[in-house]
């Protein structure tokens, strides 16, 4: 059998102390293990900013020529501890291998989080084309490689069992809704359960994605299911989180959220128990967690009683609460299927939603299989608590609702080596860039032109790197740094 040869590729700059341990430790780790290995340092000497993605691609570059079949992209400020750092040829999908590190506690940074160490055989590599050559400073490159990876089908994508042709409902963000009378009673203020399968767009003509770099950023929540007033309900924002708030009878807001991307089916589930006094957020079925900073932790408590509403509608796909022209007026997006109990549902209920749904204390339910399309009305199926709409198309569409995104790993154990932070910073309590407008820059590249699909990067990358190549010096026998100005 064929032995691998692995060719670890680092971007270097002014690292002289982390150079000097990064090479004994790594290089006697994979002797350890038997590993045939050489290491590539991407050195950049000119004097514009650092470019790590493109010291990347350099280091990739050369280890290819030489005859490496595989690489692991790898920081030089984090070195393996034990042996759940493995190395091995990743014969299927890349791998993430810098899993649990000690900066982070030995936990993720976030929970797409793709750096430290990733391991690529070279056809994969050449199928994401590599690194992007365009982030300069700090910050986005990894995210971006990890969206190529997103591009390329190499990610851990898993979904519900939940694949069905249905009637949705279209929301175009500005004059589509759907008016239901409230037949309810008092139902806020006690138990009860919303659960909604929704597909929601961002509104960049109206408002730009919350970026932590923009100093103008302006944070916008998009109604789905509403009862106006103190606004109770489910909705979609800027930032990209779907959110769930309800008000006490002293109008304290109770408030949560978990992330989500723009264009995935979604099944977004409050609870509000009045017996527990608390508040659970499901996404898919999953109560929400602060891990990582993908949510807040559910459930949360609440002071009791809560707010009283009156007799006025709910709403699907606006609030009248704001004027029509307002940003925050309408939801943009696609809405399956809506149900409401009177009742806190268990969540052995909500694990199985998209299975089957209780009936007992269900007081709506809008699957929109059933349209009355003279009359503008949406039939429930449940109670006959029938809707009108306005605007809003009907069509067919095959729905997935696949659950997060994340890289494809193997939870090894890293050391990071001391260093100033060169990423997120809190100044006053705001979130900041330790970097500034170099990082907001690539922030906006990433956020806004790849994940957008604005980006060709089948032009940018590995196939396309330009680079002066200075001359290459032989740091050990199993160590090169390769000097090259861009």
Not at 147 to 165: A, F, I, P, S
Not at 376 to 381: E, F, N, T
Not at 421 to 428: A, P
Request: with cysteine; proline share 3%; net charge negative.
């Amino acid at each position: 059998m064929k032995k691998h040869k692995l060719g670890v590729c680092v971007p270097y700059r002014n690292r002289e102390e982390h150079l000097n341990k990064f090479i004994p430790i790594v290089s006697k780790f994979l002797k350890e293990r038997d590993i045939d290995f050489k290491i590539y340092f991407g050195h950049q000497v000119d004097d514009k900013l650092f470019n790590r993605g493109a010291m990347k691609n350099v280091a990739a570059k050369h280890a290819f020529e030489d005859g490496c079949d595989y690489i692991v992209w790898h920081d030089i400020d984090m070195v393996p501890e034990d042996d759940s750092c493995d190395y091995s040829y990743p014969s299927d999908v890349p791998q993430h291998i810098a899993v649990n590190i000690s900066q982070s506690d030995y936990m993720l940074k976030y929970e797409q989080y793709f750096g430290g160490a990733v391991v690529f055989t070279k056809e994969q590599a050449e199928a994401t084309n590599g690194y992007s050559n365009d982030y300069w400073d700090w910050g986005m490159e990894d995210d971006d490689l990890f969206w190529r990876c997103v591009k390329e089908d190499m990610v851990n994508t898993t979904t519900l069992d939940y694949h069905k042709e249905k009637t949705i409902a279209e929301f175009n963000g500005t004059s589509s809704f759907i008016k239901i009378p409230n037949r309810f009673g008092n139902v806020l203020n006690n138990s009860h359960t919303i659960s909604i399968l929704v597909n929601s767009a961002q509104q960049i003509e109206k408002v730009a994605i919350w970026l932590i770099g923009d100093g103008n950023r302006r944070f916008v929540e998009y109604p789905i299911f509403r009862k106006p007033g103190y606004d109770w309900g489910i909705s979609f924002n800027n930032s990209r989180a779907y959110t769930a708030m309800l008000w006490s009878a002293n109008k304290d807001q109770i408030y949560q959220w978990f992330k989500r991307y723009e264009g995935e089916w979604t099944w977004v589930t409050m609870v509000v128990d009045t017996g527990s006094n608390n508040m659970h957020f499901y996404l898919n079925g999953r109560e929400s967690s602060a891990r990582n900073g993908t949510g807040t932790s559910s459930p949360i408590t609440f002071n009791s009683p809560l707010k009283h509403y009156g007799s006025e509608p709910y709403y699907i796909g606006r609030t009248p609460s704001v004027l029509g022209y307002e940003p925050n007026a309408f939801f943009k997006g696609k809405i399956s299927d809506i149900k409401f109990w009177n009742r806190a549902l268990t969540q052995t209920e909500i694990s199985n939603l998209h299975n089957l749904h209780p009936t007992d204390n269900l007081i709506l339910h809008y699957d929109f299989e059933n349209i009355d399309n003279k009359n503008q009305k949406v039939i429930d199926s449940n109670d006959g608590v029938n809707g009108t709409f306005y605007n809003v198309e009907f069509k067919k569409e095959k729905i997935s609702i696949p659950y997060v995104i994340l890289p494809h790993r193997k939870n090894g154990r890293f050391l990071c080596l001391p260093h100033q932070t060169e990423g997120l910073i809190t100044v006053g309590g705001i979130d900041k860039w330790a970097k500034g407008e170099t990082t907001a820059r690539n922030e906006r590249r990433y956020v806004l032109e790849m994940q957008q699909d604005k980006i060709d990067y089948k032009n940018d990358g590995l196939s396309t790197l330009k680079y002066e190549l200075v001359n290459i010096e032989e740091l050990d026998e199993n160590s090169v740094m390769i000097n090259v100005k861009l």
